[in-house]
């Protein structure tokens, strides 16, 4: 990895930081991309004196495009690009607020095609490989987090479909499938009072792994340029009974979701639905921080 430009996106905390501070490490050169900027500035701290980062929001192309344009100004390549940047907003789809379901495919999906589409060029220059960070969720669809899954399906589709049309032209494509990892993201999903208890109550779901054991796992896929990196190893192994398994969510949910739907409906009622709903963790606050902030000037706009 030495003298290698890696941008990362959602490079703030969690996994995004950990993967930069590890292939720092390794020698590698980074370019850290993200929403909260004393947290990018840390975290380029720690990746050396070369490391540098960049405020952008991954739903807003000329902001993702001036700061891909600005990294390749200060770096003149790039070499590697992990399209990290994530959110997750727990709730039933008839239930929770509308807007918080629809920022998740916003952010989730069609932030990681933008970034794919700013960075590109630059991957075809460099024979790069680019890292799409789905998750399990886009094979197991665990009840109330129906945007989160259909996003991060879309994340593996993207990439599944990339694959092929960018092979011939040197660059390698790699799809991220993780369980639940110890960050901020998960731990702020366990608090909420109803969907904390429908995650750790599933099969498959109920187990956090360490952050340092997804990360050993992503930066060995980034070194190799593989073409899949499953955290842990068996979600591989799941992906070939595929077809079966919304009949097993659906059979182990008969009893729990009608319970978690009555509780999430209270919830709302005490809350109101766009507290429930709320993006979890500190990267989920900092994004509805950001969206909060835009529609306030929208609204000063129409004014």
Not at 94 to 102: K, V
Not at 183 to 205: N, S, Y
Request: a neutral charge; proline letters at 5%; one cysteine or more.
């Amino acid at each position: 990895m030495r003298g290698q430009v890696v941008v990362i996106t959602g490079a703030s905390r969690g996994i995004g930081a950990a993967v930069a501070r590890k292939l720092a490490g390794r020698g590698a050169t980074l370019a850290l991309v993200g929403l909260e900027p004393d947290e990018l500035k840390q975290v380029a701290a720690d990746c050396g004196p070369e490391a540098g980062w960049w405020e952008a929001d991954v739903t807003d192309t000329e902001s993702l495009r001036a700061a891909v344009e600005a990294i390749v100004a200060r770096y003149g390549r790039i070499d590697v690009v992990m399209a990290n940047a994530g959110i997750a907003a727990p709730g039933f789809s008839r239930s929770m607020d509308p807007n918080a379901w629809e920022r998740v495919i916003e952010v989730d999906l069609l932030g990681v095609w933008r970034t794919v589409h700013t960075t590109l060029p630059y991957l075809l220059e460099s024979k790069g490989y680019l890292l799409l960070v789905s998750s399990l969720a886009a094979i197991v669809h665990i009840p109330g987090l129906a945007s989160y899954n259909v996003a991060k399906a879309g994340v593996e589709a993207m990439g599944d479909t990339l694959r092929p049309e960018l092979k011939h032209l040197g660059v390698r494509v790699g799809v991220a499938h993780m369980t639940f990892v110890d960050t901020d993201m998960v731990r702020g999903a366990d608090e909420h009072p109803v969907f904390g208890r429908v995650r750790t109550g599933i099969p498959l779901a109920s187990k956090t792994y360490p952050l340092e054991f997804a990360v050993d796992r992503f930066v060995d896929g980034i070194t190799k340029r593989s073409r899949t990196v499953h955290v842990p190893g068996w979600i591989g192994a799941l992906k070939v009974f595929r077809w079966v398994i919304p009949h097993v969510i659906e059979l182990g949910s008969r009893f729990s979701v009608p319970k978690a739907d009555a509780a999430a409906l209270a919830d709302i009622q005490a809350r109101g639905a766009e507290a429930s709903s709320r993006p979890t963790g500190a990267g989920g606050q900092a994004d509805s921080a950001k969206t909060g902030s835009a529609k306030t000037d929208s609204a000063k706009a129409g004014r």
